[in-house]
Antibody, heavy 120, light 109 residues
Framework: EVQLVESGGGLVQPGGSLRLSCAASGFTFSSYWMHWVRQAPGEGLVWVSRVNSDGSSTTYADSVKGRFTISRDNAKNTLYLQMNSLRADDTAVYYC?????????????WGQGTLVSVSS | EIVLTQSPATLSLSPGERATLSCRASQSVSSYLAWYQQKPGQAPRLLIYDASNRATGIPARFSGSGSGTDFTLTISSLEPEDFAVYYCQQRSNRPPTWTFGQGTKVEIK
């Protein structure tokens, strides 16, 4: 059974840092692109970042470029999101998601999400 | 940047009725479009990938159509568990990035 379990969320002050983790199991983690998607309270889904299967290529939404870093450890089956210079508008539930293999688009498995709150 | 516009914002229907949800892209996205369902307090669930392909385990009452800039998600006969928010999503290349529409809420009339 495919499972994605996020952790690392919490309350942080503006300007602070946080690292999110996503532990993957039930599939060959090293074969899939992975993503982070966020959702502010009461709002819609926003794609944040993507990393390719071996970690050599990353892309970011403009809103987080230069502040967030996505990475992965295929030996540990874990995806990360390092978040620096956090702002109030980064407050959201952060989901990790697996990119569906063999298609142009579609995230076929999602974690349950971890809440990040940025406030003084 | 490609913008996805979903309509209507809210759709009020009764169980058994047909639901037709629209997603329009600001420029062509070919067939690089997916649809998701999200219920309160839950993660999104992939329904349709590549515009018209049902994901694993998705009932046949869900169908997707369209290409280029205009896409439709149809639920042929609403079941009680289908009342939720639905999002479309597109992928751009060079570099690869993704965007979501703002969502359509399907509520019980």
């Amino acid at each position: 059974e495919v499972q994605l379990v996020e952790s690392g969320g919490g309350l942080v002050q503006p300007g602070g840092s946080l690292r999110l983790s996503c532990a993957a199991s039930g599939f060959t983690f090293s074969s899939y692109w992975m993503h982070w998607v966020r959702q502010a309270p009461g709002e819609g889904l926003v794609w944040v970042s993507r990393v390719n299967s071996d970690g050599s290529s990353t892309t970011y939404a403009d809103s987080v470029k230069g502040r967030f870093t996505i990475s992965r450890d295929n030996a540990k089956n874990t995806l990360y999101l390092q978040m620096n210079s956090l702002r109030a508008d980064d407050t959201a539930v952060y989901y990790c998601a697996r990119d569906r293999s063999g298609s142009y688009t579609g995230f076929d498995y999602w974690g349950q999400g971890t809440l990040v709150s940025v406030s003084s | 940047e490609i913008v996805l516009t979903q309509s209507p914002a809210t759709l009020s229907l009764s169980p058994g009725e047909r639901a037709t949800l629209s997603c329009r892209a600001s420029q062509s996205v070919s067939s690089y479009l997916a649809w998701y369902q999200q219920k309160p307090g839950q993660a999104p669930r992939l329904l349709i990938y590549d515009a018209s392909n049902r994901a694993t385990g998705i009932p046949a009452r869900f169908s997707g159509s369209g290409s280029g800039t205009d896409f439709t998600l149809t639920i042929s006969s609403l079941e009680p568990e289908d009342f939720a928010v639905y999002y479309c999503q597109q992928r751009s290349n060079r570099p690869p990035t993704w965007t979501f529409g703002q969502g359509t809420k399907v509520e019980i009339k």
